[in-house]
């Protein structure tokens, strides 16, 4: 049901964004400040007053450049004292007709089963929350105006899952910030919550993924009228919607809801449809069946239990459940199931145990863990060693995991970037069993990213933890492992040959100085490979078109790999219709061709950046990876000011990139605000307009990925290019890489 219109100046909000922790390094959490500024901008947008907003963040130093854009917000730090100061007294006074309240950050299922919303106070074994249930209950007692305040929205995107028996046994019950009595039982309360019971809240790229599905729904609302009320059903049915969907292609173990109190003149609980049908048993009768083959295995054994609880201490890294006398079977079940593959963890400790088994016990073992812990084979400690190496590289090698993942799995829709987020997709595509004859995807993938790394430490970090995990799953697979190990190896260095001896690989950077007399420039060239970056040529008396040219076509013939090698020009703002692309190479060669025939062809540009938006070119470019042509934004064709293209880029914060289709003469204006708007992606078709044009931008667009459009385009003009009037023949695309910046400039001895 969509709320009466309403004044959004009339409109409070609370927003909570918890990342630094007391806990330390293993607390810190990555994504509630980019969720909590999505969030205000939203609010901001619709014209709710900057001073009616309270931000309480604690964010990462990193991150806080995210949320110093809102300068006139009520500001403070998020631990105890000043949310409950917000809370409990600054709210009284309200004279709105709307609240709204979204907090971000650690949640856990703490003392009494009371869901806990953790301050930056909390650290390992002494978690501090305020109670979420209560916090809502907070908005209908008399720390809000009886009268006004006429409908009231929290949205909490935190985890809900259990801690270690031992440590639930001691936390503290979260606080009951609403020490007062329900008095306004008739205010409409909507809230959204990111979990069910026991669930964990998902991040993608340096986000939740809650927040961002619900408030791509809202922004999606609001993009059909600005200043309406959003209609939150609406919004609700499409998160249900998407995360149905998560969980059929990935299977994304995450269970939002929401709750409605009179919403529309109802109460209702409205719980996301169920992750799928239990087990035929029930939950609790599978923990049963394992814990009765568990101990079929120990025999009572008491010194057998020991050796494996402490081996499974290790891997969950967490103290015993209970005292050494009370374990047992059912105690060592229950404690592996705190958390994911501590099941397959206990077979593997068990392991030993089970040498003289039967073959029908192993395989009733091995059955019941999948009902309890589907798709993790993996152990905690491998897990942890693979996850945290991944994420310990630049951003650059972490993408270059996801590339690998997806050439491994050329038939899977592998959407994540996140090293852990595309870990837990590779795990869940494969269960290597007894005697299994084929690679796991996953350690294929870890392969490939070895082989792309080269020969370096982090190479060989992957391969030690690729070549212990084959070696542990056992049969067949560490000589089916070293075979495919020798022959990505050896693809590798041929890839690498196939461009000459000093071939780098992967990029090749070019600036361009401005156009002088007679078209004459100055230049500079830098190559990207495995060994890192690499001033190849400089070029400081500006030479004439033709010589510019040839010597480009020089240095990809030394630098290049047909068809792979992306090249990147670097020119200015003016100079971003040059056709680079239709460059003429191989002029010593038997076939004469056009560079873009060659290899994948961009052009990039350093000017109009500033730091204020460096965020929202990073956050964009961060849904590129995932992104598809679809969620590229049109601009009109008619936007003929700075002015009102900056208000049509700025309207759609959350596009990876922009389609260019307006005339020739406007472009200038639209290029300058979409540069200095942080936009990383723009297509659009040079030279000046002819009919059609476009309908041959969305002939290019029809079902592609992002990510595939350089060389998605780089076949296009090689199709045109024996026909420079073919449809494509012009398209030029800006693909601006924050991750991969243009090397320092160096000082030219000539102007």
């Known amino acids: ?56 963040a604690s964010p990462l130093a990193r991150n806080e450049g995210l949320l110093a854009r809102f ?8 631990d105890r004292v000043n949310v409950h100061r917000v809370f409990q007294d600054e ?19 703490a003392g009494g089963n009371r869901w806990s919303l953790l301050y930056p106070e909390s650290r390992t074994g002494h978690p501090q929350g305020v109670d979420a249930d209560n916090l809502t209950s907070l908005l209908r007692t008399e720390c809000l105006p009886a009268r006004g305040v006429e409908r009231a929205v929290v949205i909490i995107d935190a985890c809900r899952t259990t801690l270690p028996p031992r440590e639930h046994a001691r936390a503290l019950t979260p606080d009951t910030i609403a020490t007062e009595a329900e008095t306004n039982t008739d205010r409409p309360v909507f809230l959204l919550r990111a979990v069910a019971p026991g669930e964990a809240a998902k991040n993608r790229a340096d986000a939740g993924l809650f927040t961002s599905t619900l408030m791509d729904a809202l922004e999606a609302g609001s993009r059909d009228d600005p200043q309406a009320a959003p209609d939150l059903d609406r919004a609700w049915t499409r998160v249900k919607a998407e995360f149905n969907r998560l969980r059929e292609v990935e299977g994304t173990g995450q269970t939002p809801t929401a709750l409605r109190r009179n919403w529309g003149n109802n109460e209702d609980d409205a719980p996301q449809a169920a992750p799928g049908p239990p087990p035929p048993e029930g939950q609790r009768h599978v923990r049963s069946r394992m814990a009765l083959l568990v101990g079929a295995a120990l025999i009572d054994d008491r010194a057998a239990t020991a050796r494996v609880a402490a081996g499974l ?5 967490t103290g015993l459940p209970c005292a050494p006398d009370r374990l047992d079977a059912k105690a060592l079940v229950d404690w ?21 088994a039967s073959k029908e016990d192993k395989e009733a073992l091995r059955h019941t863990s999948l009902e309890l812990d589907r798709g993790h084979w993996l152990l905690c400690s491998e897990y942890d060693a693979l996850v945290g190496l991944l994420t310990s590289q630049p951003a650059e090698v972490t993408r270059g995991f996801a590339r690998a993942a997806r050439q491994e799995q050329v038939n899977a829709v592998i959407e994540a970037t996140e090293p852990r987020d595309v870990v837990d997709h590779l795990e869940d595509l ?35 933890w690729s070549l212990k995990c084959a070696s542990r799953l056992g049969g067949a697979l560490p000589d089916i492992l070293v075979n495919r190990r020798g022959e990505l190896t050896e693809r590798a260095a041929a890839d690498a040959a196939g461009g000459g001896h000093e071939a780098a690989g992967g990029q090749v950077q070019i600036r361009l100085s401005p156009s002088g007399p007679g078209g004459r420039r100055t230049y500079q060239v830098w190559s990207h490979g495995p060994a890192g970056v ?65 290899f994948p062809v961009v052009v990039r540009c350093t000017e109009h ?38 208000g049509c880029v700025s309207a759609r914060e959350d596009a990876p990139g922009v389609v260019v289709p307006g005339a020739a003469h406007h472009r200038e204006a639209v290029f300058t605000a979409c540069l200095f708007g942080g936009v990383p992606v723009m297509l659009w078709r040079g030279g000046s307009e002819i009919e059609g044009g476009e309908e041959e931008l969305k002939s290019v667009l029809t079902g592609c990925s992002l990510h595939e459009l350089p060389g998605k385009l780089r076949r296009i003009r090689a199709e045109c290019d024996v026909d420079e009037q073919l449809p494509g023949s012009r398209l030029a695309l800006l693909w601006d890489d924050p991750g991969r910046p243009l090397p320092r400039r160096l000082d030219l001895s000539a102007p």
């Open 91 to 109: 709210l009284r006074n309200l004279d709105v007709d709307w609240l709204w309240v979204y907090w971000a950050g650690h949640g856990v299922q």
């Open 534 to 598: 690499e001033s190849v040529e400089t070029q400081d008396v500006p030479a004439a078109p033709a010589d510019v040219r040839l010597a480009v076509d020089a240095i990809l013939a030394r630098y290049g790999r047909v068809h792979s090698t992306l090249v990147e020009f670097f020119l200015e703002a003016a100079d971003l219709e040059l056709d680079v692309h239709r460059w003429r190479i191989g002029a010593d060669d038997p076939v004469e061709r056009s560079l873009g025939t060659d």
């Open 1 to 56: 049901m969509r709320p009466p219109q309403h004044d959004w100046r009339r409109t409070h909000a609370v927003v909570v964004a918890v990342e630094e922790y007391a806990g330390g390094a293993d607390w810190e959490l990555s994504g509630p400040a980019n969720d909590a500024a999505r969030m205000v901008q939203w609010l901001l947008d619709r014209g709710v007053p900057q001073r009616q907003v309270h931000l309480l």
């Open 313 to 317: 201490g290790v891997e969950l890294r």
């Open 71 to 78: 300068t006139d917000v009520r500001r403070s730090t998020a």
């Open 430 to 464: 494969s269960n290597p069993g007894p005697g299994e004859s084929r690679l796991p995807r996953l350690l294929g993938a870890v392969e490939r990213a070895a082989a792309a790394a080269g020969d370096g430490p982090y190479a060989t970090e992957l391969r030690d």
């Open 609 to 646: 950046r500033r730091p204020t938006q460096q965020h929202l070119w990073l956050r964009r470019w961060e849904r590129v990876a995932t992104a598809r042509s679809d969620d590229l934004h049109w601009l009109p064709d008619d936007l003929d000011s700075v002015t009102a293209a900056h």
């Open 336 to 356: 592996a199931l705190i958390r994911p593959r501590g099941i397959a963890t206990l077979l593997h400790l068990l392991a030993p145990r089970l040498a003289g």
